[in-house]
């Protein structure tokens, strides 16, 4: 059995599919589990995943939060492998759905849970550009949480991907709806800084081998697809994989910092992204290291083209 927490999410559904392809019995952590979707106290009643694949993995669902200790507990009991994919891109003004709160001591918890319950391996999804010092709250808290699963003993895989698309990924449906609806495309600053977006599919792929071959090492690495473009870049392959032609205006930063800075203020739901995500979709996130991760998990990435072809195939 795997528990695989933040099973609903963008990621996790991902996840969650391809351990279920590869005959996984796979145990699912969310807030709120899916509609119809068998579900019991703690453990979670078994029953087969709903609207997947045709497969020998059965799924079973465990509602609860990770600031919950005792779910957590019952959550892990009988797991062999723990996937973490629990992550906030923008704190709450909740304290308690903050970075603190859900990256860090969130993590902790689920390390002591499945601590407890004996588990043999341990997956955390952190980002590129996490660090002691990084420049952002979010990039230093997934840094700490990093810390939390490298001194827990466990052999364990450390996962810092770039940017994440693919069906129903949040970048991905923003943009690709901006070239369905809008005749002229907003680009933040010179749009020149570089990201290696990686394909969720890869992801959950790099996931489902560390769990499922023993002989799989582990340890902490960057996760890019195999191109690495500009921002300006990836929007335009995004049209192109969408048929689209659209021109592009180049918003001056000296005009958007302080405009989102008023939007966080005033009307934060509105606000296109936070000052926060502003300087980390500025900083780029390029990551060398992934022919690494590739050769070792043994992965072939996905081409960019095809990845977001594929991806913009069924609008969600």
Request: glycine fraction near 14%.
């Amino acid at each position: 059995m795997i528990l695989v927490t933040g099973a609903t999410g963008f990621l996790g559904r991902h996840v969650m599919e391809r351990l279920v392809r590869g005959g996984q019995e796979v145990r699912g952590l969310a807030r709120r589990v899916p509609a119809g979707a068998a579900a019991g106290d703690g453990g979670g009643s078994v029953g087969r995943a709903t609207g997947g694949p045709a497969d020998d993995g059965i799924i079973s669902w465990v509602p609860g939060d990770i600031r919950d200790r005792n779910v957590l507990r019952r959550a892990a009991e009988g797991c062999r492998a723990v996937v973490h994919l629990v992550g906030i891109i923008k704190p709450g003004r909740d304290p308690a759905r903050g970075y603190a709160a859900i990256h860090v001591e969130g993590t902790r918890n689920v390390v002591d849970a499945a601590a407890s319950a004996g588990v043999g391996r341990f997956v955390y999804i952190s980002a590129a550009g996490a660090g002691p010092d990084a420049e952002t709250p979010y990039h230093r808290s997934k840094w700490e949480a990093e810390e939390i699963v490298r001194l827990s003993g466990f052999p364990h895989l450390i996962l810092r991907p770039s940017v994440v698309y693919g069906p129903g990924g949040e970048l991905t449906e923003m943009l690709a709806g901006m070239a369905r609806r809008m005749p002229l495309l907003p680009v933040p600053g010179s749009g020149n800084y570089r990201i290696q977006p990686v394909y969720v599919q890869d992801v959950a792929e790099s996931v489902a081998v560390y769990c499922g071959r023993a002989e799989a090492e582990g340890g902490t690495y960057e996760l890019g697809g195999p191109e690495a473009v500009t921002y300006e870049g990836f929007l335009v392959r995004v049209m192109e994989a969408l048929g689209k032609r659209r021109a592009r205006i180049h918003v001056p930063l000296a005009l958007l910092r302080p405009a989102i800075r008023v939007m966080e203020k005033t009307i934060p739901s509105l606000a296109p992204l936070t000052s926060e995500q502003l300087t980390m979709l500025l900083a780029g996130s390029l990551c060398p290291e992934t022919p690494r991760l590739a050769a070792d998990l043994g992965l072939t990435l996905t081409p960019l083209d095809r990845g977001l072809r594929e991806s913009l195939a069924h609008p969600t």
